[in-house]
């Protein structure tokens, strides 16, 4: 059972600033005045009574990637670590996602002999995210690049192994700096090494799936590579069946990675059922956080800094009506309901980019089933996506972010909101597609009129309410496109990103397929979303900002509840979850030093 740290005796960090290069192992915590052993699921009963709850070096707010991430640089420091989870599930929207890390100039890249520098990921930040603020000031950018390095060499030494995802390209590839395999994912863990803890974990897909399996994957009955990556995962799962492991990838094999180096090695502690209410600040300086939790108010104090790392504002309605003029469709964790934004601007925290989300197409969610992100499936041939009236109005493989933005912006003409994914029967028979593979899935959204299926393109116009005529044009002109291999309306296929997701045996493009040959489907497609990116604007070092620019001492940002360094795009792949480890392993050691 963990005891509480002690509440006088300050612990004594490291006076190193960064990880030695030549490190091979974990640096030693000091401990001073706090006894650590494994952190249980709930915190120690005292604290639970008592209005005055105990004392850490470093309060985190929040349970994802960010929120570990500067646990593990914290404690790496030799500081006390307490994180908050105001659900009953630990591990946030990075437990969900893909668990990529868009990190350039990694030292993965470097050990393959993999061309990149400071100065190419510079260069290409410059030119995909510009001028934003100062969430994107040169000086985060740089910190960002710079940072990279400590953030996979800490990692590795508390003994996570990372692999690259070779094949996946930046989302502009072809601009200068641009690269194709910048992207880290943890190797398939073993979930069983973090006990009962992974039964609250909020992981989504407990399969040892890795991000370069999956664009192969979807053709895994259609093409011969395809198919050899489904035997390869096949035999990677069986693996840890035979060998007594649950063998975990992408987001769930990312935070069962973290969990175990912040929580099992390090000594650090997680509260589950842990709503933060506010702020403490005692002159000009944030020292605690004030805590509901098991129906009582606490507060917990922080001698070095607080950081917010509690995810964005996607299942907060109100907000996003407020900011984004949509409810939203996100697939982020539903625990994201901007309290902690909203807590930081009462206590004069500058806020960026609030009107922006990590957008992209979702298929629509039906009943108690989740909207469905799209992300492959929309480079595939034989398929293309419409408006309301039948009209075509974007490059559907290109980044989803770019995507979604297209979708809020064809509103002005487009105002129902309404938007098709239309295929014909080759799409559904030679690919695997995630959102239609339950067929009581499938039968609910018949029911709501979200799936449409007609046996001639005529009738599905009539049923899915678009007009024919301009449907009919729509499929002529799009059909004469990908027999011709060129996309002279939106250059879909055009791009290395495009075409990764695309069919190689489809020619003379990967991406384009005419659609003609019935039965054809319609899907309900809407503006989804992977969470919010705009919230609190912070420094180089992931200090919260006021709008003047000062510094609010003691307290700091990363993740989604932080306005993004990637500005109002979407560099690479994980360019959601490598700001936010980077940023947040800075923030640990800032705090170890200040």
């Not at 604290?47 to 960010?66: C, I, K, R």
């Not at 061309?115 to 930040?125: I, T």
């Amino acid at each position: 059972m963990t005891t509480t740290p002690s509440a006088t005796t300050p612990t004594t960090p490291s006076t190193s600033a960064l990880v030695d290069p030549a490190r091979t192992e974990p640096r030693a915590p000091d401990r001073t005045g706090a006894e650590h052993t494994r952190a249980e699921h709930t915190a120690p009963e005292h604290a639970a009574l008592e209005h005055a709850g105990p004392t850490y070096d470093v309060v985190v707010v929040g349970s994802g990637s960010a929120a570990f991430a500067t646990a593990i640089g914290a404690a790496d420091e030799g500081l006390s670590v307490l994180l908050l989870e105001s659900t009953d599930k630990w591990g946030g929207s990075s437990a969900m996602s893909g668990g990529g890390q868009w990190l350039p100039n990694n030292a993965v890249m470097q050990r393959d002999g993999v061309a990149d520098s400071r100065e190419e990921a510079l260069e290409y930040l410059e030119l995909t995210v510009g001028d934003e603020g100062q969430s994107t000031s040169r000086a985060r950018k740089e910190a960002f690049v710079d940072g990279v390095a400590d953030w996979v060499d800490t990692t590795e030494c508390y003994g996570i192994t990372w692999a690259r995802a070779k094949e996946y390209p930046d989302y502009y590839p072809e601009l200068p700096g641009g690269k194709i395999g910048r992207a880290l994912e943890v190797k398939p863990v073993d979930s069983k090494k973090i006990g009962d803890w992974w039964d609250s974990a909020r992981a989504m897909m407990p399969l040892p799936i890795m991000t370069d399996d999956v664009w192969q994957i979807v053709r895994s009955w259609s093409t011969v590579d395809g198919m050899q990556r489904g035997v390869r995962l096949v035999t990677r799962i069986l693996g840890g069946v035979v060998t007594g492991k649950r063998l975990v990838g992408i987001g769930a094999g990312l935070m069962t990675a973290l969990f175990d180096v912040a929580v099992q090695q390090q000594g650090s502690e997680l509260w589950l059922d842990a709503k933060v209410t506010d702020l403490i600040v005692e002159d000009g300086r944030v020292v605690g956080v004030q805590v509901e939790r098991a129906g009582r108010e606490m507060t917990v104090r922080a001698r070095r800094g607080v950081m917010l790392a509690a995810g964005g504002f996607d299942h907060n309605t109100d907000m996003r009506q407020k900011h984004h003029g949509i409810e939203g469709d996100p697939s982020g964790g539903p625990g994201n309901l901007g309290q902690v934004h909203q807590i930081a601007a009462r206590h004069g925290a500058a806020m960026e980019l609030m009107d922006d989300a990590w957008w992209g197409a979702s298929i629509s969610g039906v009943g108690e089933h989740d909207p469905g992100f799209l992300v492959g499936e929309r480079s595939l041939p034989y398929m293309l996506i419409v408006d309301a009236q039948g009209r075509r109005f974007a490059n559907e493989a290109e980044s989803y972010v770019d995507l979604g933005h297209r979708m809020l912006e064809h509103l002005e003409h487009n105002p129902s909101g309404i938007y098709w994914m239309v295929s014909d029967i080759r799409h559904a028979r030679r690919y695997l597609r995630s959102y239609a593979m339950d067929p009581r899935v499938n039968k609910e959204m018949e029911e709501a009129g979200l799936r449409v299926v007609a046996p001639t393109l005529a009738e599905l116009a009539v049923k899915t309410g678009l007009d024919a005529e301009t449907f009919k044009a729509t499929i002529q002109r799009f059909n004469g496109f990908a027999r011709a291999g060129i996309d002279a309306d939106f250059g879909k296929g055009n791009s290395a990103y495009d075409r990764y997701y695309g069919d190689p045996t489809v020619h003379p493009n990967p991406c384009l397929g005419p659609v003609e040959r019935g039965p054809f489907t319609a899907y309900r497609v809407v503006i989804g979303d992977l969470g919010t990116k705009g919230g609190v604007v912070t420094d180089e070092w992931a200090r919260a900002l006021r709008e003047d620019g000062s510094v609010i001492e003691g307290l700091y940002a990363a993740g989604n509840v932080s306005a993004s360094v990637m500005g109002r795009t979407y560099p690479g792949p994980g360019s959601t979850i490598g700001p936010a480890v980077v940023f947040g392993m800075i923030a640990g050691r800032h705090m170890a030093r200040g």
